[in-house]
């Protein structure tokens, strides 16, 4: 099994930064890719950002320009970095991991946008 362990999110001001990070542990193998997807109160869980082993990334069109994916494979970390904040980026964001057949999720972090 692997776990998936999210942290960095909080209460920031529109305009401001947040960087998430995900940290991978356990029976990790043949990574096709990581992401991270957002559930807003009331809506659907939906994509924000993706990075393959080859390290193409894939960005909702919402969050383009504006946040990055990165990863340092030796920790088995993939980071989230967030900025030009705004209120509409509020959410629980999570963090996934695709690996052969299977994908799994962490628990979620927090980020509010709100002056």
């Known amino acids: 099994q692997v776990q998936l362990v999210e942290s960095g999110g909080g209460l920031v001001q529109p305009g401001g930064s947040l960087r998430l990070s995900c940290a991978a542990s356990g029976s990790i193998f043949s990574i096709y890719a990581r992401g991270w997807y957002r559930q807003a109160p009331g809506k659907q869980r939906e994509l924000v950002a993706t990075i393959t082993s080859a390290g193409s990334t894939n960005y909702a069109d919402s969050v383009k320009g504006r946040f990055t994916i990165s990863r340092a494979n030796a920790k088995n970390t993939v980071y989230l970095q967030m900025n030009s904040l705004k209120p509409e980026d509020t959410a629980v964001y999570y963090c996934?991991?695709?690996?052969?057949?299977?994908?799994?999720w962490g628990q979620g972090t927090q980020v509010t946008v709100s002056s």
């Open positions: 996934n991991i695709v690996m052969g057949l299977s994908q799994s």
